[in-house]
């Protein structure tokens, strides 16, 4: 039995994906709780905490594009046409986001508003249109000749409006978590305060998605619901209020590590969700991961280079992660 180069390639674009949602994920919720902190001092401690960090976020975002295009590229044609409007707003949302944190820094005190509400506003842009994204890509596409149907606004739709709001809140969520892990004081206690009401929220957001998407498709309901493959998903939702039980009992002492790692939990179970609704296709509802994959030279001489690429990435990511370790007090950032 040959090695199956489609499937290996959809679990690195499915683990580049998840990297970058759990980590440019607390980047961008701590641009969404902007508006809810007022003091200056502690905004600036907000973004002290993701300074060092913020640039090779994103790394994985473009680890998961790249990937796509080189193991997938009919379903990267289909999703880049079919997704151009909000695919230009994330990335203008993104743009918009990177200057203003730069500005912010350097701005005067008759400046910097202006750059904060940038920050806020790109923050909840690129979120926004990711949940976007994310809601056109579960309601599949119909493909006709290589191109999906529907016209260039097809992507807007309640459903894929209100991901996108979901996406916002499960960020928010992550953006707290993370603020408790790294900060002290009157901002951490502000940030407890708040983070309950966005974890209630995000537990929302995820039970309203997974009745509507079953609703609207028949093959997602049949897969979670009939026999025997009820009995193998349904820990996903089980584990789901359990994380969300966790969460709220680790918010009830001092909390430190604990919210984030179990905010982290959850949206692990929500992507798992996604994985089991729409497999095997790369481009639902019915083209596969076979059906849309490159030639196998494509995809092995890729590979080769992700497998180089890859552990590198994981590397200096996590060397940075634990030399800027540590709580981030107000007044100070890293030198």
Do not use: C
Not at 91 to 102: A, H, Q, T
Not at 197 to 212: C, D, E, Y
């Amino acid at each position: 039995m040959g090695i199956d180069l489609p499937l290996i390639w959809f679990l690195i674009i499915g683990f580049g994906v998840m990297m970058y949602v759990i980590m440019d994920g607390f980047d961008l919720g701590i641009g969404i709780l902007f508006p809810f902190i007022r003091s200056r001092e502690d905004r600036d401690t907000m973004v002290n905490t993701v300074a060092p960090v913020w640039d090779g976020n994103e790394t994985w975002l473009v680890l998961g594009g790249a990937g796509l295009m080189a193991a997938f590229p009919k379903a990267y044609a289909v999703l880049l046409s079919a997704l151009y409007i909000p695919a230009l707003g994330l990335l203008m949302g993104l743009i918009w986001r990177g200057v203003s944190f730069e500005f912010r820094f350097k701005a005067n005190d008759a400046h910097k508003p202006f750059w904060d509400g940038a920050f806020m506003t790109g923050s909840f842009v690129a979120a926004f249109f990711q949940g976007v994204m994310l809601g056109a890509f579960i309601n599949g596409h119909h493909v006709v000749d290589g191109v999906a149907t529907g016209g260039v606004l097809a992507w807007l739709t309640p459903f894929n409006v209100f991901t996108g709001l979901g996406v916002v809140v499960g960020y928010a969520l992550l953006g707290a978590t993370w603020l408790i892990l790294k900060t002290e004081g009157q901002l951490q206690r502000l940030v407890i305060r708040a983070t309950t009401p966005i974890l209630l929220a995000t537990l929302a957001s995820l039970l309203i998605v997974s009745v509507w998407t079953p609703l609207n498709h028949p093959a997602i309901a049949q897969r979670w619901f009939s026999l025997p493959n009820f009995l193998f998903f349904v820990p996903v939702p089980i584990l789901v209020l359990l994380s969300t039980w966790a969460t709220l009992r680790s918010l009830r002492a001092e909390p430190h590590a604990g919210p984030f790692i179990w905010s982290l939990i959850l949206v692990f179970l929500g992507y798992s969700g996604l994985v089991i609704s729409i497999w095997p296709n790369i481009l639902p509802p019915d083209i596969s991961i076979w059906e849309a994959a490159a030639p196998p030279q494509s995809l092995g001489f890729a590979l080769v280079g992700a497998l180089l690429i890859i552990p590198m990435i994981l590397v200096y990511t996590a060397w940075s992660y634990y030399v800027f370790r540590g709580k981030v007090k107000a007044g100070e950032g890293y030198h």
